[in-house]
């Protein structure tokens, strides 16, 4: 009996003592050897804090920027990733940072962007989505990797193929006419239900310049008179394309992006272990006076007038709302096409302007949002 209780005791202490190595190598060794890796290879970050990395100090600096408007200017970098700003400033524009025990090398510098995003080697894939993106995506198109991601973004490019967009017109007349009465529940259906959304916040608008929005207004009743837009009007819109992609620039939907070395990698000069993740900081590019000049907070349309090359100086990591390389956006067309849409219907019926109750707060949340809405005032053309 006594032999019994000293055998379990000693095995019950060995596997505490195994746990706790598992837990001081997980948790102590790896991060402090990814550390001393890359700060040897001069990449310096926030030093890593025991299980929590620099997650509280992120979201602490998070919470303190949301909690108050900013003054309206389009120079939203600070508010919205205001820890980023802060370690781009002490370390440069790359430097290591730790999402818990997960090592990140933030990368705002174009040519090591280039390299990640072309991925000629394949050496950087997507990482297995954290588990609230998992619950969110599922098995979808941004969440999965390898042939089966092949397949379906293959599916994916041929549904936003213009062919097949008209598709979506066909279905929402048959709805209009009370042929059939819904829009389908298949990729496409949910698409024409999001479009047709009656919550009204769900609607895509900007904020806009006033003698941009008469220029956009004159070059919408040039192109379509009082008609409803169509495809071939669609592609003559410039100065509406300029203003889109100028409000892209200053203000990403999606900030940025994340890949993973699936091994030991040579990055420029650096070589990274395989365990670290790679964030790509679009917003931190976007607002780049390197990239674009000391007017780079200034709304200025103009900037691509004659393209998005000609802007960016053909650098095309300075402009990427939409990704880059063979994971880059599969509904751009798409959502170009629906923001070109609804914008010249708004413009042929109405001016707009900001209303003296809107509060400049754009948010990080999912994708960058106004955190208290976008209030408008609209006046009929009528
Ligand atoms: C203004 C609107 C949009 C923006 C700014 C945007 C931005 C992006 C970005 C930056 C990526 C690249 C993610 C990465 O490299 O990891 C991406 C991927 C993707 N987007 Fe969009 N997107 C928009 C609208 C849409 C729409 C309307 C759809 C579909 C209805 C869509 C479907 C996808 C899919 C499926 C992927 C994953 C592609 C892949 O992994 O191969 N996006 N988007």
Redesign the pocket.
């Given at each position: 009996m006594g032999n019994l209780l000293i055998l379990s005791t000693a095995f019950l202490c060995l596997c505490l003592f195994v746990a706790l190595l598992y837990v001081l190598y997980k948790y102590w060794w790896v991060p402090h050897r990814v550390q001393f890796i890359m700060n040897s290879q001069g990449i310096r970050g926030p030093p890593y804090e025991f299980i929590h990395g620099n997650n509280k100090e992120a979201l602490q600096m998070q919470k303190e920027a949301s909690s108050k408007p900013m003054a309206l200017t389009h120079d939203i970098f600070p508010r919205v990733m205001p820890y980023d700003y802060s370690c781009i400033k002490k370390y440069g524009k790359n430097y290591l940072s730790w999402n818990g025990v997960r090592a990140q090398l933030v990368i705002t510098d174009p040519e090591l962007v280039k390299e990640v995003?072309k991925n000629s080697e394949k050496a950087f894939s997507?990482p297995k989505p954290l588990y609230f993106f998992k619950k969110l995506l599922g098995d979808?198109?941004?969440t999965i990797n390898s042939e089966k991601?092949a397949r379906h973004?293959k599916l994916?490019n041929h549904a936003?193929h213009g062919e097949s967009l008209k598709i979506v017109k066909q279905r929402e007349e048959k709805v209009m006419t009370g042929e059939v009465d819904s829009f389908g529940h298949d990729f496409l259906g949910l698409?024409v239900n999001a479009y047709h959304d009656p919550d009204e916040k769900n609607r895509l608008s900007i904020q806009d310049v006033v003698d941009w929005q008469d220029k956009a207004r004159a070059e919408v009743v040039e192109v379509f008179g009082n008609q409803n837009p169509n495809s071939e009007g669609i592609t003559k819109l410039k100065t509406i394309t300029m203003i889109i992609n100028e409000t892209?620039r200053l203000y990403?939907?999606?900030n940025s992006?994340?890949r993973k070395a699936v091994r030991d990698v040579q990055l420029g000069n650096l070589v990274l272990p395989n365990c670290l993740d790679l964030n790509i900081r679009?917003i931190a590019l976007h607002h780049d006076p390197a990239l674009w000049g000391d007017d780079v907070h200034l709304f200025k349309p103009e900037r691509f007038a004659e393209g998005i090359a000609k802007a960016t100086n053909n650098n095309a990591v300075a402009f990427?709302?939409?990704?880059m390389?063979?994971?880059?956006?599969?509904?751009?067309s798409?959502?170009i096409t629906?923001?070109k849409i609804a914008l010249s219907m708004i413009l042929q019926r109405y001016t707009f302007t900001l209303s003296p109750t809107y509060v400049h707060a754009p948010l990080p949340n999912l994708?960058l949002k106004p955190q208290h809405g976008l209030h408008l005032l609209f006046h009929s053309l009528d």
């Open positions: 995003l997507k979808t198109i941004p991601w973004r994916a936003f698409l892209l990403p939907p999606i992006v994340v679009f990427m709302p939409f990704g390389g063979h994971r880059s956006c599969v509904g751009m798409f959502s629906e923001t994708s």
